[in-house]
């Protein structure tokens, strides 16, 4: 037979094997329940930790999907804007394109007139030149008859 002391009571007493054992008894059926609850409690924390993690996954895709979005959208913007850029050059263009074709127009047209001026003073060149050989004839054949 063992005895129990408890040291705030004064009087020793003396416990039956049986007490010690149904005390025995009752204190395992205690810690199995502290135990089963803190497994409980422990798995219960598990699944909110798995579902945390699964949570901050979730959180860390979206994040890299708007970085992403951000992403193509300033791309989007920066092509917009080169695409406006490229729009006011070719309008730039056609207005230089079309300036130049009235210029060309317009020299051809100086040209075609130079021409005729020159062709029309080669002409009148050559028939001055055929003036002035018959006016050296005739000053030629009138001094071959006085002589």
């Known amino acids: 037979m ?9 009087k020793l007493e ?10 025995t008894k009752l204190v395992i059926q ?3 329940a502290l135990k089963n609850e803190h497994n409980s409690i422990l798995y219960s924390l598990l699944e909110t930790i798995k ?33 406006q850029k490229l729009r006011a050059q070719v309008r730039r263009l056609c207005q230089e394109n079309q300036w130049l ?5 317009n020299t051809q047209q100086k ?15 050559k028939h001055l030149e055929f003036m002035n050989q018959l006016k050296k ?3 030629n054949a009138s001094h071959t008859v006085s002589v």
């Open 14 to 23: 003396k416990l039956s094997q049986e007490e010690i054992i149904s005390n």
């Open 101 to 105: 074709r009235d210029e060309l127009a």
């Open 137 to 139: 004839y005739d000053e």
């Open 111 to 125: 040209l075609q007139k130079c021409e005729q001026s020159v062709a029309q003073l080669e002409e009148e060149k």
């Open 30 to 32: 205690g810690l199995e």
């Open 51 to 83: 579902c945390l993690k699964k949570d901050e996954e979730m959180i860390e895709l979206g994040l890299g999907e708007a970085q992403v979005m951000m992403a193509l959208s300033n791309h989007l913007n920066a092509v917009e804007s080169e695409k």
């Open 2 to 10: 063992s005895t129990m002391v408890y040291p705030r009571e004064e």
